[in-house]
């Protein structure tokens, strides 16, 4: 599914979208969140959060690696491997203990064999003033889901 963000607005309303699309229990739920800079990534990620119930802010995980959410329907750990060069680096930021929320990755290519485990690439790209964003299901049960309005 291909879907034309046009502006911040609709990439908030898109994150919230996909939350609604996800079952009730989240536990498990990796989402891949690619893009270059400035593509939406942690637009998205912080409307999925909120819309999630989180009221705080939403500081990039850049340099802390993980932010976790202790939210009513689930953990969220909002992941950023900007700074991983290594995949074995995930052991050290703990990522197999992160299996009891939903992990929202964002620069997912630092760690290529997280594709085979995850659930969802959102990939983001640039379009005129807005953005694009690819959403591919990588495992069967993302297949299962029903999109809102996809067109
Ligand atoms: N659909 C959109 N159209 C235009 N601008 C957007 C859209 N979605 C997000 N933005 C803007 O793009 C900028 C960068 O977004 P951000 O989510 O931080 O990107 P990333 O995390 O991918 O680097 C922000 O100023 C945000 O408001
Ligand atoms: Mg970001």
Redesign the pocket.
Known sequence: MKRF????A???AFGREILDALPGDLAGWTLL?S????????????AFIRAAGHTGTVPSPTYTLVEPYTLPRASIYHVDLYRVSDENELRYLGWNELDDGCRLV?WPDRAPGLVAQADLSLE?SYAG???NVNVLPLSSRARTLKWGQSP
Do not use: M, N, V
């Not at 963000?5 to 911040?8: A, G, V």
């Open positions: 963000l046009p502006d911040e609709a990439t908030i969140l893009g270059e800079l400035g593509a939406g990534k942690s637009t998205f990620a912080r964002e983001f003033g807005g953005r």
